[in-house]
C-alpha cells in the first residue's frame, strides 16, 4: 500500500476520534475527564491501523517523536488542552507519546509487530476503561504515591488487559495454553504497573512493561518447548 493513502487512512482515524471528541463535549456535557478518554482511547487505537497497514517503522517513530515534542510544549503552554491531565500537572500525554516509539521500535524491528500492539491496548482500554470506572464507581479507595485509586478501577485494569492480551494473543498464536497464561502475566505487571502512576508515568510503564512480559514469556515458554520437541526427535533416531 503506498504511503500517501497510508497516511491518509491515519488522517481520516484522526478526525473521526477528534470529531466524536467534539460532538460528546458539546450535544452530550460530558465531563472533560470522559472527553480526554475518548481520545485517549481513540488515538491509541492508531496501532491497529499501524499494524495492519504495516506502516514502516521510521513513519511510528517519527511521528511518535513529533506528538512527544508537542505533548512537552502543551505541558507548558496547554496546546492539547482537551487531552492533558484534567485538573492536575501529569506528563501523561507526553509518555503516551513516547511509549508509541518504543514498542514500534522495538517490536517493529524483530517483525514482531503484535506485542507492540498488546502494549499500546493494554494501555489504551485498560487505563482509559480503569479511570472512567474507578471514578464513576469507585468506593474503595487507597493512594500510591499520593495518587488517589480505586480497587473498581484496579479491577478493571486487570479484567481488560487480560481480555485485551488474549484477544491479541489468540489472532497469532491460538488458543494454545501460553496464550491464556501469559495474559494472566500481563494483567498482573499492568496492573500493578497502573497504579504507580505518579506523573502520568504509567502511559509509559504499562505499555512497555506489558508487551516485555508478554514478549519474553511467550517466548520462553515456546522456545522450551520448541527444544523439548527436538530433543524428543533427535532422541528417537536410531543411534
Do not use: C
Not at 104 to 117: E, L, M, R
Not at 152 to 178: D, K, N, P, R
Amino acid at each position: 500500500m503506498p504511503l500517501w493513502l497510508q497516511l491518509t487512512l491515519v488522517a481520516v482515524w484522526l478526525a473521526i476520534v477528534v470529531l466524536t471528541a467534539e460532538g460528546i463535549n458539546r450535544f452530550k456535557a460530558a465531563s472533560a475527564e470522559v472527553v480526554r478518554k475518548v481520545v485517549h482511547i481513540g488515538v491509541g487505537n492508531i496501532i491497529l491501523l499501524a499494524w495492519w497497514l504495516q506502516i514502516p517503522l521510521w513513519l511510528g517513530v517519527s511521528a511518535s517523536v513529533l506528538f512527544s515534542a508537542v505533548a512537552l510544549l502543551s505541558y507548558r503552554i496547554s496546546i492539547l488542552p482537551s487531552i492533558d491531565g484534567v485538573g492536575r500537572k501529569s506528563l501523561g500525554t507526553f509518555f503516551y507519546a513516547v511509549s508509541f516509539g518504543v514498542l514500534i521500535a522495538w517490536f517493529w524491528s524483530v517483525q514482531q509487530p503484535q506485542y507492540a500492539v498488546l502494549g499500546i491496548l493494554v494501555m489504551t482500554w485498560g487505563d482509559g476503561l480503569a479511570a472512567i470506572i474507578g471514578q464513576r464507581f469507585g468506593r474503595h479507595l487507597y493512594k500510591l504515591w499520593g495518587e488517589q485509586k480505586s480497587w473498581e478501577g484496579s479491577l478493571t485494569m486487570a479484567i481488560v488487559s487480560y481480555v485485551v492480551s488474549v484477544s491479541v494473543l489468540l489472532s497469532v498464536q491460538g488458543a494454545i495454553w501460553q496464550t491464556w497464561a501469559v495474559s494472566l502475566g500481563v494483567a498482573t505487571i499492568a496492573t500493578v504497573l497502573e497504579a504507580f502512576s505518579n506523573l502520568g508515568i504509567d502511559n509509559l510503564t504499562a505499555p512497555v512493561g506489558s508487551a516485555a512480559v508478554a514478549f519474553w514469556l511467550n517466548h520462553a515458554w515456546l522456545g522450551n518447548l520448541t527444544a523439548v520437541a527436538v530433543a524428543v526427535v533427535a532422541g528417537d533416531r536410531p543411534g
